[in-house]
């Protein structure tokens, strides 16, 4: 009986648990979990990075939908409008992603026949790019006049076209032959003077363009200890907080009132200890 769980009169250590458990519940529901994951940064060989990006140990809810980012053997990839691209660089100050589509890492032929297009609501495009077609399976006789450097022969399955191809500035169609695809490159005066060699190495460098966000909805939200995450239902920027509350634009400060728009008062009414996860983040250095 001494120490039977049915004892009246609880020690303070029992309350203490019970307390525990009553708050540990919500962390293993819905938001709670989702400011953790969504704390993960995506990490694939040099690549680093968090919102607006999801994938790997970041849910959906983590990122846009459209910036999915995938891991394979320490390469970032990612497909966007349906093409399969190589994640060269990211640049979160800035909003910038550097790509390169995987067909042209092999060289011209063949690619995957689909155009590099970017849905404007969620991409820009970064001056100092142009776009440059390749068009593919010519018959001879309808590329005469077309300077030699721009082009080039790749074996077209459909025996109804013959195996040439050309390059053109500007996103252009396939005219009389059978396909084209067009591709942002660097802007310079003379794209045509490019062979294909050059060119080859000037697809594997890519091409950037910028993603767009409501960024100073996130910063508010960082700097109020929150990690930025998109609402699947909205579709808008929200902040995953660690008190497991979410909806808000920024979380709970201790001594202070998140800006509320539809936070759940079940959870922004509870209250827990996250100073010293604070006070890490600003005392200096003992060491
Ligand atoms: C990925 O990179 C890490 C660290 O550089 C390395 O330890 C690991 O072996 C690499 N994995 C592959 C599949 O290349
Ligand atoms: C490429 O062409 C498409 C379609 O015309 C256009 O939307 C896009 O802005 C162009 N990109 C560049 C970098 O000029
Ligand atoms: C072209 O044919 C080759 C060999 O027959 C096949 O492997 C390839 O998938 C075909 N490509 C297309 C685009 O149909
Ligand atoms: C690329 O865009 C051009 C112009 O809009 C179009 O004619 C062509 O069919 C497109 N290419 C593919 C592979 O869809
Ligand atoms: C292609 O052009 C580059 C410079 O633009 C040059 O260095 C290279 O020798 C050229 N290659 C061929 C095969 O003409
Ligand atoms: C959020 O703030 C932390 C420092 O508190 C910083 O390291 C991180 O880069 C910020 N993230 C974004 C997306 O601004
Ligand atoms: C939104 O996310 C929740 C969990 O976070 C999930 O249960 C729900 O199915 C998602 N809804 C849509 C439309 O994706
Ligand atoms: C949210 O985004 C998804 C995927 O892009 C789309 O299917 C859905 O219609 C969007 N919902 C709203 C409310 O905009
Ligand atoms: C919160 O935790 C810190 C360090 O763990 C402690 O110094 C502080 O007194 C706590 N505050 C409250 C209100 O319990």
Excluded at 3 to 28: A, D, M, R, Y
Excluded at 38 to 48: H, L, R, T
Excluded at 56 to 72: H, T, Y
Excluded at 74 to 96: C, F, G, H, S, W
Aim: glycine fraction near 8%; aromatic fraction near 10%; charge should be negative.
């Amino acid at each position: 009986m001494n120490h039977s769980v049915f004892s009246l009169s609880p020690s303070p250590s029992v309350f203490v648990i019970v307390l525990l458990l009553f708050v540990q519940v919500p962390s293993s529901l819905s938001s709670s979990s989702l400011f953790t994951d969504c704390s993960n940064q995506f990490v694939c060989g040099d690549i680093s990075t968090g919102f607006p990006f999801w994938g790997s140990g970041r849910p959906s809810a983590c990122g846009i939908p459209e910036l999915e980012l995938k891991c394979e053997n320490n390469i970032t990839k990612m497909n966007i409008n349906q093409v399969a691209y190589r994640v060269l660089e990211i640049k979160p100050d800035i909003e910038i992603l550097r790509v390169a589509r995987e067909d042209y890492l092999a060289g011209l032929c063949p690619p995957q026949f689909a155009n590099s297009t970017f849905n404007p609501k969620v991409f820009d495009p970064v001056l100092g790019y142009t776009n440059l077609t390749f068009i593919y399976g010519c018959a001879a006789g309808s590329i005469v006049g077309i300077p030699l450097p721009g082009l080039f022969t790749c074996k077209i399955n459909d025996t109804n076209y013959g195996q040439n191809g050309y390059i053109q500035g500007g996103a252009a169609g396939p005219g009389e032959c059978y396909s084209s695809v067009f591709v942002p490159v660097p802007f310079t005066n003379s794209p045509l003077n490019w062979n294909v060699t050059s060119l080859e190495e000037l697809l594997k460098e890519g091409f950037e363009v910028r993603w767009k966000v409501d960024s100073a909805a996130c910063e508010e939200c960082n700097r109020s200890s929150g990690v930025c995450g998109i609402n699947n239902v909205t579709n808008q920027t929200t902040c995953y907080c660690p008190d497991q509350s979410s909806g808000s634009k920024t979380c709970a400060l201790p001594g202070s009132t998140p800006i509320a728009d539809q936070a759940d008062p079940s959870l922004t009414g509870m209250c827990l200890n996250f100073s010293s996860n604070r006070l890490m983040n600003s005392s200096p250095s003992t060491a």
